[in-house]
């Protein structure tokens, strides 16, 4: 297997030990706030992923999100999030998914996020192609006031002096699309902008894991895709991903300074 | 006073076979190609060489076309007629262009349900579906395309259209729904089945074209007893007369065959995952020949050999890497969308290590 098949063999054998577990209830231990916290099925999840890319990429370097990183320093390594959406998952919402990718000196260069519920397996390489199984998918532009939008903010990263700004960025984009969601889960969004679902997606302060696989996605489908490691011992990441003339809107009638884009 | 027609798709059934059921002492053809190089080439010489197979033989027709336009550069009011032969996923591009027709369109796409799809999706009742049954290059043997590289080679084959269009003209069998549906099942299952597990078979055995993939024994009996099985079950499940398809039958295997025809591997094999659709040549054939008692042991061979198809150039390159990456549950759950409790699911996961076998020793 070359690495794109690796991820997505490894994104979907841990995407069917989630479903093999899905509505049951495990430990549950927080982390740094309230939402985020981590379950036993987090753990297992990324044994399962780790053991498959040990195993198909000896040597290999991976940065997790349970583990931190693993093997030899070096800028090319896979970035895996387990269960991206654990509160969802935990909660029997079904918005959660498997996200794994391979970036080359600090840009991804492979992706596949796997959502196990609806069987939906999204997965892009660098300068080939974006693709949801076997459809390849090339975004529309959409304008940011015919479909959703989305936007993440980080739990860990949490400022109460810029609250009041998160949320009113989050109330603007929310009335100029047909509504912002938070979703719970970053990869998912990424994810369902490539598939047009949405038309604007961003984040404050994600984790580098939850955004690592649908930043090349977003890419590859043909948004319009920005994003910066404002941190990189804590791996966060602020990012825009949407259609032209959305990305073009939002600059034009929303204060952006807060994003270090 | 000529017709004037227009023609999205330069291709092979643009280019090779429509010339031959438009003459030119009654129809003026242009044509809309959006690949740049081909339409840089038909702009420069403004005619080109289409040969039929007859008898053996080739008959030469040159065509001289008054237009060829890059998609958007048209204007499709201006036409009596308009023809599309453009790739059943790329028609959906023309959508904008057909919107303000009122001349008869006809659809050559390869797919019943696109004429009803385009319909809503512009609002005009004169989109109509046609079927050109007739095998057609998009490439002509070596010392044709020294003379011409426009050249292309054409069946002699026989065209049916909705009669609702009839006012298009043409070399033209004009005939009611239901015929037309007749026709249709027939080139759907007795073409385009064993038509395209030929392509696939030959891909894997690096052919060319068709008729040296068919000229291989192990081939041939493959194609043959797909054809036989599709036959048996379109007598049972469509009633169709069993001296009809046997007709069909026998003459599609010699169409396969024709040494004349230069037919492209790659081109009959292209965009597997469409041919693998529910409802469509393999996947759809193999369903029906369940449905009525009809074991698809060599559907299931083309099946397998279409999953197997490894063309990185093609629009679904990216099935290799699916087949390389799922395990074949997951692959036909997930990516053929094939139930898990379907006869058919459960047959192909049992023969699959088996048929993967077969194929290589062919």
């Known amino acids: 297997m070359n690495r794109l098949e690796i991820a997505i063999n490894a994104a979907v054998s841990a995407g069917d030990l989630l479903m093999d577990h899905y509505g049951k209830v495990y430990g549950i231990k927080n982390k740094e706030s309230l939402r985020d916290v981590v379950s036993e099925i987090d753990e297992l999840s990324e044994s399962k992923v780790m053991s498959i890319l040990q195993e198909s990429d000896p040597g290999c370097t991976v940065l997790t999100e349970e583990k931190g990183l693993i093997g030899p320093d070096s800028d090319s390594r896979w970035i895996v999030d387990a269960l991206d959406g654990t509160v969802n998952y935990i909660h029997n919402i079904p918005f959660f998914c498997v996200s794994i990718s391979y970036w080359v000196d600090n840009r991804p260069s492979i992706g596949a996020i796997y959502n196990p519920y609806s069987g939906d397996i999204y997965y892009a390489e660098k300068g080939v192609g974006c693709f949801v199984n076997q459809k390849r998918l090339h975004l529309l532009d959409v304008e940011l006031g015919n479909n959703l939008t989305a936007m993440a903010f980080s739990g860990k990263a949490y400022n109460p002096s810029m609250r009041s700004t998160e949320f009113g960025i989050f109330g603007q984009l929310n009335d100029l699309s047909q509504g912002c969601l938070r979703t719970g889960s970053a990869a998912m969004n990424l994810s369902y902008l490539s598939h047009g679902k949405f038309s604007l997606v961003m984040g404050k302060a994600n984790k580098l894991w939850d955004v690592a696989a649908g930043l090349l996605i977003a890419e590859e489908a043909g948004a319009d895709v920005k994003f910066n490691m404002t941190d990189k011992q804590k791996h966060l990441v602020d990012y825009i991903a949407a259609t032209p003339s959305s990305k073009k809107k939002i600059y034009t009638d929303i204060d952006m300074s807060y994003f270090d884009l | 006073m000529k017709n004037k027609i227009l023609v999205y798709g330069a291709g092979a059934i643009g ?24 339409r840089g080439l038909l702009q420069k010489q403004k005619e080109f060489t289409t040969y039929r197979t007859k008898s053996g033989q080739y008959v030469k027709l040159i065509c001289e076309f008054k237009d060829c336009f ?50 809503e999706l512009t609002g005009k009742s004169n989109i109509y579906f046609g079927v050109p049954d007739v095998i057609t290059s998009n490439t002509a043997p070596a010392e044709m395309l020294e003379q011409d590289p426009l050249s292309i080679v054409t069946e002699d084959g026989v065209c049916f259209v909705e009669d609702g269009a009839v006012d298009l003209g043409g070399d033209i069998s004009y005939v009611s729904q239901e015929e037309l549906s007749k026709q249709w099942t027939a080139k759907l299952y ?7 597990i030929a392509a696939y078979l030959g891909a894997m055995h690096g052919k060319t074209y068709l008729h040296e993939s068919m000229a291989r024994d192990s081939i041939y009996s493959i194609v043959e007893g797909a054809m036989n099985e599709m036959s ?20 599609e295997l010699a169409r396969f065959s024709n040494v004349l025809l230069y037919d492209p591997v790659l081109r009959v094999a292209r965009e597997p995952f469409r041919k693998l659709g529910l409802h469509d040549r393999l996947i759809g054939a193999a369903q029906l020949s369940l449905s009525v008692g009809v074991m698809p042991n060599n559907l299931t061979l083309g099946i397998m050999s279409a999953f197997l ?30 139930n898990p409790h379907e006869a058919l699911y459960k047959l192909l996961v049992k023969k699959w290590d088996e048929s993967i076998d077969t194929l290589k020793g062919i």
């Not at chain 2, 280019?15 to 081909?38: H, M, Q």
């Not at chain 2, 007598?235 to 007709?247: A, G, R």
């Not at chain 2, 093609?314 to 692959?331: A, P, V, W």
């Open chain 2, 232 to 251: 048996r079950t379109l007598i049972q499940l469509f009633d169709l007369d069993k001296e009809f398809v046997e007709w069909y039958s026998k003459k």
């Open chain 2, 15 to 38: 280019r090779g076979y429509i010339p031959w059921i438009f003459p030119s002492d009654r129809y003026e053809l242009s044509f809309v190609e959006n690949n740049s190089e081909l």
């Open chain 2, 190 to 196: 007795l073409h385009n089945t064993p038509h395209c």
């Open chain 2, 70 to 119: 890059d998609l958007g550069e048209e204007d499709p009011t201006d036409y009596d007629g308009i023809i599309t032969a453009v790739g059943a996923r790329q028609v959906y591009a023309l959508i904008d262009s057909l919107s303000n027709v009122d001349c008869p369109i006809v659809l050559f796409e390869n797919d019943s349900k696109i004429p009803l799809e385009l319909s």
């Open chain 2, 309 to 338: 198809y490894d063309e990185e150039h093609d629009e679904d390159f990216h099935i290799k890497i699916l087949m390389n990456s799922l395990e074949k549950e997951k692959f036909l759950k997930l990516i053929i969308n094939v």
